[in-house]
């Protein structure tokens, strides 16, 4: 659009070199509503072109340059105004002049440091996105790309069993037990319940996995928990000595890797959240924070691909082809 809707103007779109074979994630809008976007990991490249279509061939478009930047940024929703940018590159593809007609300005950012996983929450939202400017006297033409990043990690070195006890003394003497306390998205907890001492009647007993979001710093801290599954373990009043075995699976669930202190601007913790209920309605409940990561397909890969990372971000750009090849000759 342009002044008085004389002159010219143009259409911006963005392509990716690599859209035909790049596999797209499902990531949830803010609407709640879920779309496919292309997937990115730390330290990859992102290349591809931006193609400006003039609207009115035979008229010149005049700008003050063209550029694309790519950009992560983190939104809290109670401060709209304010875009926390964490990653900022720009590449310039076009000097100020004119254009006489339609054309293409190819564009790569080499090995991109990715450190966040996208997330879209009650109160805050984690995205990268492409965008691409003419930048014009009156109003500029923009154009937006969003993308999604997954983290990858590799299995924990240290992964020990959860232990603990519900008790009311003289009442009810429970112990439960876990087999980690870290797992993967796609991964079982594998459990048990010992019901060592039993005098009240329990109607009910489940498992909740509870996922707290945390935003903001110091008085300004908000808290959203939200249930993500109810796993039901016992119907019925159990007895002195009866032992129950627990396995829930996760990968039916929408979750994300457990996030600390991100940014410094938000976290997002789970908790597995035991509760029994006796005939009276009483609740009894005990939780305990789990560590929810994301497993990657070839762990291989994922690390051979972050030591080349490492090698481009303090060796220079040749170490990093380098560390690349070999990153492919091992994955091969």
């Known amino acids: 659009m342009s002044f008085f809707s004389f002159g010219q103007s143009a259409e911006i779109d963005v392509v990716l070199n690599d859209a035909e074979t790049r596999k797209k994630a499902e990531h949830k809008t803010e609407d709640g509503k879920k779309d496919k976007y292309f997937l ?32 992560g940024q983190i939104e809290l929703y109670y401060d709209r105004g304010n875009h926390h940018e964490f990653v900022s590159l720009v590449k310039d593809l076009a000097r100020p002049g004119e254009m006489a007609q339609s054309q293409t300005f190819d564009f790569e950012f080499t090995h991109v440091e990715k450190p966040y996983e996208s997330y879209t929450g009650q109160n805050v939202k984690l995205r990268y996105f492409l965008r691409a400017t003419i930048s014009r006297r009156l109003n500029d033409i923009s154009k937006e790309m969003d993308i999604v990043v997954h983290t990858l990690s590799t299995y924990p070195e240290l992964n020990s069993s959860i232990k603990m006890e519900v008790g009311i003394e003289d009442c009810l003497h429970i112990e439960f037990e876990y087999n980690k306390s870290k797992y993967h998205l796609k991964d079982v907890i594998v459990g048990k319940i010992y019901f060592l001492l039993v005098r009240i009647k329990i109607k009910h007993m489940e498992i909740d996995i509870i996922k707290r979001e945390t935003t903001g710093t110091g008085t300004n801290v908000y808290h959203e ?48 959240n035991l509760v029994l209920i006796d005939e009276e309605e009483r609740r009894y409940f005990k939780q305990q924070e789990i560590t929810l990561w994301r497993k ?11 030591a ?6 303090f060796e220079g750009s040749a170490s990093a082809e380098k560390a690349l090849s070999q990153a492919k000759e091992d994955d091969n």
């Open 225 to 272: 928990n939200d249930t993500i599954a109810k796993y039901e373990i016992m119907d019925g009043a159990p007895v002195r000595g009866e032992s129950i075995p627990i396995r829930l699976f996760l990968a039916g669930y929408e979750m994300t890797p457990t996030m600390r202190d991100v940014n410094k601007k938000f976290s997002v913790r789970y908790y597995l």
């Open 308 to 313: 080349a990372i490492a090698s481009q971000r």
């Open 296 to 306: 990657g397909d070839i762990v291989r890969k994922s690390m051979s691909h972050q």
């Open 40 to 71: 990115f990991y730390d330290g990859e490249t992102v290349s591809g072109k931006v193609n400006v279509t003039l609207k009115n061939p035979g008229k010149r478009l005049e700008h003050q340059g063209i550029k694309i930047e790519f950009i």
